[in-house]
């Protein structure tokens, strides 16, 4: 995995809620577990920003996937994520896409805005992206 050339406040923790921004017929995420990140600390929940990868359970959403863990990459957040131009960009919600054990997406079209810095990251995700930010 690549690094960011940004300043990514990471503010999400687990439990947080989020949005699903593809058509892979869940709507609404809750935050489990951060994948590949451990804080050190005994007790301290690491925080996560955009273009992490999260486990999260379907809240709402088809009977398939409904309550059942999977694997999402954060696309959007809502607080600012400072660029190296200082230019500074938030978005209106929390949100993130589906993938797989490979990290390719489950669905083909993604709602909404994405973040440039999710695309430095993965490739493959920028092909389903309707803008990107």
Same mark, same amino acid.
């Given at each position: 995995?690549?690094?960011?050339?940004?300043?990514?406040?990471?503010?999400?923790?687990?439990?947080?809620?989020?949005?699903?921004?593809?058509?892979?017929?869940?709507?609404?995420? =809750?935050? #489990?577990? @951060?994948?590949? $990140?451990?804080?050190? *600390?005994?007790?301290?929940?690491?925080? /996560?920003?955009?273009? +992490?990868?999260?486990?999260?359970?379907?809240?709402?959403?088809?009977?398939?996937?409904?309550?059942?863990?999977? =694997?999402? #990459?954060? @696309?959007?957040? $809502?607080?600012?994520? *400072?660029?190296?131009?200082?230019?500074? /960009?938030?978005?209106? +919600?929390?949100?993130?896409?589906?993938?797989?054990?490979?990290?390719?997406?489950?669905?083909?079209?993604?709602?909404?805005?994405?973040?440039?810095?999710?695309?430095?990251?993965?490739?493959?995700?920028?092909?389903?992206?309707?803008?990107?930010?």
């Amino acid at each position: 995995m690549k690094g960011v050339a940004s300043h990514i406040t990471k503010t999400l923790v687990p439990g947080a809620v989020l949005t699903c921004a593809d058509n892979s017929g869940a709507y609404e995420f =809750r935050m #489990i577990h @951060i994948i590949g $990140k451990t804080d050190g *600390r005994h007790g301290k929940m690491s925080p /996560v920003g955009v273009g +992490d990868i999260v486990s999260c359970s379907v809240r709402k959403g088809t009977a398939a996937y409904l309550k059942k863990p999977v =694997r999402v #990459i954060v @696309i959007r957040q $809502k607080q600012a994520i *400072r660029r190296a131009s200082g230019m500074r /960009v938030k978005f209106e +919600d929390n949100a993130g896409i589906m993938v797989g054990d490979d990290n390719l997406p489950v669905g083909t079209e993604v709602k909404g805005a994405m973040a440039r810095e999710v695309v430095e990251r993965f490739v493959k995700v920028a092909g389903i992206a309707s803008r990107i930010v």
